[in-house]
């Protein structure tokens, strides 16, 4: 069964703290895509990458940076947590439009999520 | 993009048809209409999508209006597994990113 696998389900990590948020696909996929949800706010864009070594900033990318070293593996950093950065924060993945069987489209995998707390 | 306005909330009674209608209005000509699902503590589960035509797969239906201008997603039998936060999503093929708004809460009741 295809993933998009989150490195850890739970975390809770103290303000100034470096934070490291893993995500591993296993579908070949080029994109890959960083949201944070929160209650009343939805899914939020934070950065998302096309490529291997590339990145762009979503919506929200302020606190945050990325790192795209391999097609596969896309992390998400934060240099040194908030307790505003306490979040669900969920990796997605997709080929891009024209590849795969979602034709011109463009569908999305998702991780199961990372509850990260910042005390 | 075009935005969707979908209604909060919906209630379905269990072995029913579930049709939670999408709005999208200044939906243009090559925006596709995703559907996607989140039940509670999980990732977002993708449902479906289509640009002009009607869509089946074995999940769900998707029928889009003739002006495009709106759209409804069918559960043709719900199940309370079926419970979960449901997002309708128009945007261009031609971009990665999807920008999910606030979705349509499911209740399927027994």
């Known amino acids: 069964d295809v993933k998009v696998t989150q490195s850890s389900r739970y975390l809770v990590k103290r303000t100034g703290e470096k934070v490291f948020l893993e995500c591993v696909q296993d579908?070949?996929?080029?994109?890959m895509f960083w949201y944070r949800q929160d209650p009343g706010l939805g899914l939020r864009l934070i950065y998302f990458?096309?490529?291997?070594?590339?990145?762009e900033k979503g919506d929200i990318p302020e606190g945050y940076s990325v790192s795209r070293e391999k097609k596969e593996r896309f992390s998400l950093i934060l240099e040194s947590a908030s307790t505003n950065q306490t979040s669900m924060y969920l990796c997605a993945s997709s080929f891009p439009p024209g590849r795969g069987r979602s034709s011109g489209a463009n569908v999305l995998t998702f991780g199961a999520g990372s509850r990260l707390t910042v005390l | 993009d075009a935005k969707t306005t979908q209604p909060p909330s919906m209630d379905c009674a269990e072995g029913r048809a579930a049709n939670l209608p999408c709005n999208h209005s200044t939906i243009s000509g090559n925006e596709y209409v995703y559907w996607y699902r989140q039940i509670h503590s999980q990732g977002p589960q993708y449902i479906i999508h289509g640009l002009k035509n009607n869509e089946t797969n074995e999940m769900a239906s998707l029928i889009i209006t003739e002006d495009r201008k709106s759209s409804t997603l069918i559960l043709p039998h719900a199940t309370l597994r079926d419970t979960a936060v449901y997002y309708c999503i128009a945007r261009s093929g031609n971009t990665g990113k999807l920008i999910f708004g606030q979705g349509t809460t499911l209740q399927v009741k027994p």
């Open positions: 990458s096309y490529d291997v070594k590339m990145k």
């Open positions: 579908m070949d996929h080029e994109n």
